[in-house]
């Protein structure tokens, strides 16, 4: 059965002309560039020789099948009727998942300008995406590619970390999400198409803010949202995540990324924002001692955060020798094994009195007790870490040595921005950071790899290569 045309569109300034990518088997023939002049202005400095980049990317189309032109909007979104499902073998199959590339349900087009031309990008009405169904079944599954809302932004993922609060989970050991879920809250991506009411252009990166808030319940109101009494987490036990190849977000949970940034930078704004707040509600740190329990991902970060805020003295605790190591050559003043039942008097000792502020990125109940006593007497403990299950803490001490106890939750958009002021400034860096790279369809070698200690952060990419990092 010969195979129908899949059909594209390139735009030239404000026409479209019908062709066809490489990707299905259908040939797609270079630009002749002096043609190109002619149909409106100079060509593109892609046109010479260049053929389509396939599905899931923005793909730059060489010349087609001459069916003519039609007038088109940059940024109008179409939809293709899907092609006939026929069998497939070889090299017809789709490398990524093996399935037949006509049996890839395609459908809608993107379009976005690019040095006065444009950019044309197909997307599957299907997308892979990432979901735990129980305790270690972390699996990779095809779901549909909803609809938007005129608010709605369709985004297709460039990065997306892995999170302790990820890997918790997985295992079954968080507190607040069961199973299945989907997870994928620390993602950076590029959009992919908007609906109607929306100001970000087909393109544009951005970076997640996973909260999901009513915008009515008093602590909506109050700019608390984070608190938010019907929030909703994306990518923590919400219906969707954003570990997937496409997803749909309203357009208020999406920061545009600097042109700055790299993907790898961009991906570290959401766990960065979690220290931002936390030192916020710790206050004003210049000057101040500053402890921080955990070296992972949320300690070394914290420890970075607190020395930007003006922190004198830092002091990083953990029981990994790897992860004291790395925090010392990141700035940590003076690092202690958290494991030790001396590690609290011998930071009072380095310190010569209690620390003024203790970050608990690990919330466990050793970890609370040595925050504890690192805080006596007038000091602050801020609880990071989301803890397994309930805790005890020494009620007499705290009351009569004066100690505050704050718990930090998430984040705000205040401090999505500081983060990315952050990273703009290279307080954080990504390759400190970032130590672990697997394609999507490897999720379940990236968790497990992820909960073995041996990373600060992993990161799922659409692809087996490091792309735009």
């Not at 037949?100 to 993107?110: A, N």
């Not at 070698?445 to 952060?457: C, I, L, Q, T, Y």
Request: hydrophobic share 40%; charged share 20%.
């Amino acid at each position: 059965m010969e195979e129908p045309p899949v059909q594209l569109l390139w735009v030239v300034g404000a026409a479209r002309l019908v062709t066809a990518p490489d990707e299905y088997g259908v040939s797609c023939p270079p630009v002749d560039p002096a043609e190109m002049a002619g149909q409106g202005g100079q060509a593109p400095p892609w046109a010479s020789g260049h053929r389509g980049r396939g599905v899931g990317t923005t793909n730059q189309l060489g010349k087609g099948s001459g069916l003519g032109f039609q007038h088109i909007e940059v940024g109008e979104r179409l939809h293709l009727a899907e092609d006939t499902e026929t069998p497939a073998t070889g090299s017809e199959r789709d490398p990524r998942d093996g399935r037949s590339r006509r049996q890839r349900s395609r459908g809608l087009v993107s379009i976005a300008a690019t040095d006065g031309w444009a950019e044309v990008g197909l997307v599957d009405r299907t997308a892979r995406r990432v979901v735990v169904t129980a305790p270690g079944r972390v699996e990779v599954a095809d779901v549909a590619v909803p609809d938007l809302g005129s608010g709605d932004v369709l985004v297709a993922m460039l990065a997306a970390g892995i999170c302790g609060s990820d890997t918790h989970a997985a295992k079954g050991r968080h507190p607040f999400i069961g199973f299945p879920y989907a997870p994928g809250h620390e993602v950076v991506g590029r959009v992919a198409a908007v609906g109607d009411a929306v100001s970000l252009h087909v393109g544009q990166r951005v970076v997640v803010e996973p909260l999901g808030a009513c915008g009515h319940c008093q602590y909506c109101r109050d700019g608390r949202y984070n608190l938010c009494l019907n929030l909703v987490f994306f990518g923590c036990g919400s219906p969707v995540g954003g570990m997937a190849e496409y997803f749909v977000l309203p357009a208020a949970q999406l920061h545009p990324v600097p042109a700055e940034l790299t993907v790898e930078q961009a991906v570290l704004v959401e766990p960065l924002a979690c220290p931002v707040h936390a030192v916020r509600l710790a206050g004003d740190l210049r000057g101040r001692s500053v402890v921080v329990i955990g070296a992972g991902t949320i300690g070394l970060l914290t420890s970075a955060v607190a020395r930007d805020a003006g922190a004198a003295r830092v002091a990083v605790l953990d029981r990994s020798a790897a992860r004291r190591d790395r925090a010392r050559r990141l700035g940590a003043d003076v690092t202690h094994d958290s494991g030790s039942p001396e590690a609290a008097a011998a930071v009072r000792r380095e310190f010569g009195r209690s620390a003024d502020v203790v970050f608990d990125c690990l919330a466990t109940q050793s970890s609370l007790d040595h925050a504890v006593t690192m805080a006596l007497n007038g000091g602050t403990v801020v609880v990071v870490g989301v803890p397994e299950g309930p805790m005890t803490l020494p009620l007499p001490q705290i009351q009569d040595a004066q100690v505050r106890v704050q718990g930090s939750a998430t984040y705000v958009a205040a401090d999505f921005e500081q983060s990315l002021s952050l990273l703009s400034r290279g307080v954080v860096r990504a390759d400190d950071v970032v130590t672990g790279r697997y394609p999507l369809e490897r999720a379940a070698a990236a968790f497990e790899d992820a909960g073995s200690g041996r990373h600060v952060k992993v990161v799922l990419l659409p692809r087996d290569d490091e792309g735009d990092r």
